[in-house]
């Protein structure tokens, strides 16, 4: 089987406005590195952080559990503020083609909860910059491209697992993984298996 770690991140979690901040990040030459020091990066929780959002963050967990044990299997996942981590065995669904799928209903489903959020009409001088009574909307987007990582043998399926569920814990947003509300963390047994059905009700 094909068991990839993957990072999808979204389209503003390295800002433009901040380019000099983490433009170096892509020169570094090794992979392994170049990979831990922009994830470092995303960590420091930059952008609009639209996966912050309970409710946003739920709709991104659900779409990556829609599909278990059908097209794929979760090894591991985790919902981030600004980008999401998966270690999933792909069955027949192409990688490229289920991120894809991932990307476009989380975007979709997200929208009705950013209406709420829209930020209020600024104005210059007597004239608003936007439509009478309109707010401009907020979209989330995500970057085309991803990060994989295949997974050769299980001591390196083992330490994917425990980076990606202690991604909140190194980021300072909680203090244990089982804390955290949108990884597979909390939904492991005594014995360190996934128990996901409380999940489906």
Same mark, same amino acid.
């Given at each position: ?5 993957? =990072? ?7 800002? @433009?406005?901040?380019?000099?901040? $983490?433009?170096?990040?892509?020169? *570094? ?6 990979? =831990?020091?922009?994830? @470092? ?6 952008? /609009?952080?639209? !996966?912050?959002?309970?409710? *946003?963050?739920? !709709?991104? /967990? ?10 794929? /299997?979760?090894? &591991? $996942?985790?919902?981030?503020? +600004? ?9 027949? =669904?192409?990688? @490229?083609?289920?991120?894809?799928? $991932?990307?476009?209903? *989380?975007?979709?489903?997200? %929208? ?14 007597? =004239? ?11 979209? !989330?987007q995500w970057q085309r491209e991803y990060w994989d990582t295949?997974?050769?043998?299980? @001591?390196?399926?083992?330490? &994917?697992?425990?980076? *990606?569920?202690? +991604? ?6 909680? !203090?244990?993984? %089982? &804390? $955290? ?8 047994? +005594? ?11």
């Open positions: 089987n094909l068991v990839q770690f993957v =990072t999808c991140r979204l389209a503003d979690s390295m800002p @433009e406005s901040r380019r000099g901040e $983490w433009e170096h990040l892509l020169k *570094i030459e090794g992979v392994r590195e170049r990979r =831990t020091k922009l994830e @470092e990066y995303l960590d420091r929780g930059l952008g /609009e952080c639209h !996966l912050r959002a309970a409710g *946003i963050a739920k !709709l991104a /967990e659900d779409a990556l559990l829609h599909f278990h044990d059908n097209r794929y /299997e979760l090894l &591991a $996942w985790c919902v981030m503020p +600004n980008h999401v981590h998966v270690l999933v065995d792909v069955r027949m =669904t192409p990688l @490229e083609k289920m991120l894809q799928s $991932w990307k476009r209903f *989380i975007a979709t489903q997200a %929208e009705a909860v950013l209406a709420e959020r829209r930020s209020p009409s600024r104005r210059v001088g007597d =004239t608003a910059l936007t439509a009478p009574g309109r707010r401009p909307a907020l979209h !989330l295949f997974m050769r043998n299980e @001591e390196l399926k083992r330490k &994917a697992v425990r980076y *990606i569920e202690n +991604n909140p814990v190194k980021a300072r947003l909680c !203090l244990s993984a %089982e &804390a $955290w509300d949108f990884s597979s963390a909390r939904c492991r047994d +005594n014995y360190g298996r996934l128990v996901l059905s409380p999940l489906g009700d």
